[in-house]
């Protein structure tokens, strides 16, 4: 009669070559000559000397091979092998089935979510926390800017005093600030930071007053003791003998890795290559001063 809703895909009922049983555990299945491999010995109904073997423990198949559980002689009976055709498949679930009990933990992989493309996202996403999330950055979460608040003539390195902190209307700083003593920083936390250095600068006014160039340090050290120069920018302002005015601006920028705020600190310094050359402050503007970002994890 014919069959109600899908036509179940399953394979035919078969009876195998015959085999002749040996002193010997293991035997090659055949259908028509040809090696036949069922999906398990659970599709096999196997009678030996008029006995129905039980799969499993009686005989296990792997492949084209069959092995009874001990070798047989030449006096057994091999009487028949059935084949009981392949296992019933369910075919393709139906749209909206498939419930979340039914998937197995682990089952969808990373490729598969990979694959997955931007048509299938559809609706409002629920929103995450953050608290269990690892290797994403919240982005820059610490920024910090000082001044020179006077103008000083001559050289300076390190410029030890005269900071403040940017205090003007609209100045917005993001984390927590930079520590200062004479002139030395200190950083709030481990990191990786950007440090540029701006530095407005000026020739002598008076006649006579000879200038010839300015240069501006980023001076950092991984010791608390020892620094060296990690930005350092170069500008000539050449005045001899004038009472003409030159001046001009530097900028020097390095990025560094501090590892341990107790020993990673940075200073900055200005150098006048005649001495009469001045740095210029101002407590209300940027004229000489510097920025530092955090950039991320150390």
């Keep these: 009669m014919p069959f109600i809703g899908t036509q179940p895909e399953v394979g035919g009922y078969s009876v195998l070559d015959a085999l002749t049983a040996s002193a010997t555990a ?149 984390g927590s600030a930079m520590s200062n003593s004479s002139g030395t920083f200190t950083f709030p936390t481990t990191g990786v930071y950007h440090i540029g250095f701006h530095a407005l600068i000026g020739s002598a006014f008076s006649s006579g007053a000879h200038s010839q160039g300015c240069w501006i340090y980023v001076r950092t050290t991984t010791n608390n003791s020892s620094y060296a120069n990690a930005a350092i920018a170069q500008q000539g302002i050449y005045n001899f003998n004038t009472s003409y005015f030159s001046g001009g601006s530097l900028y020097a920028e390095a990025v560094f890795d501090v590892t341990d705020v107790s020993t990673h600190k940075v200073q900055f310094g200005f150098g006048a290559g005649q001495g009469g050359e001045s740095c210029r402050g101002d407590s209300s503007s940027q004229a000489t001063g510097f920025t530092i970002t955090r950039l991320g994890d150390t």
Excluded: H
């Design 26 to 174: 293991s035997y090659t299945l055949q259908l028509n000559s040809v090696n036949f491999s069922p999906a398990s010995a659970n599709q096999l109904l196997v009678s030996l000397n008029g006995v129905i073997q039980k799969p499993g423990s009686s005989f296990t198949v792997s492949g084209s091979t069959l092995t009874f559980s001990s070798a047989l002689t030449s006096s057994d009976s091999i009487d028949f092998i059935l084949s009981m055709g392949q296992p019933l498949l369910i075919g393709t679930p139906s749209d909206g089935t498939v419930t979340a009990s039914k998937v197995a933990t682990g089952a969808i992989t990373d490729s598969k979510i990979a694959a997955l493309s931007a048509s299938k996202l559809t609706g409002a996403l629920p929103a995450i926390s953050g608290a269990s999330l690892t290797g994403i950055s919240a982005g820059i979460e610490m920024v910090d800017q000082w001044r020179l608040t006077t103008t000083f003539t001559g050289n300076q390195n390190p410029i030890t005093s005269n900071w403040e902190r940017n205090d003007t209307t609209g100045y917005g700083a993001l």
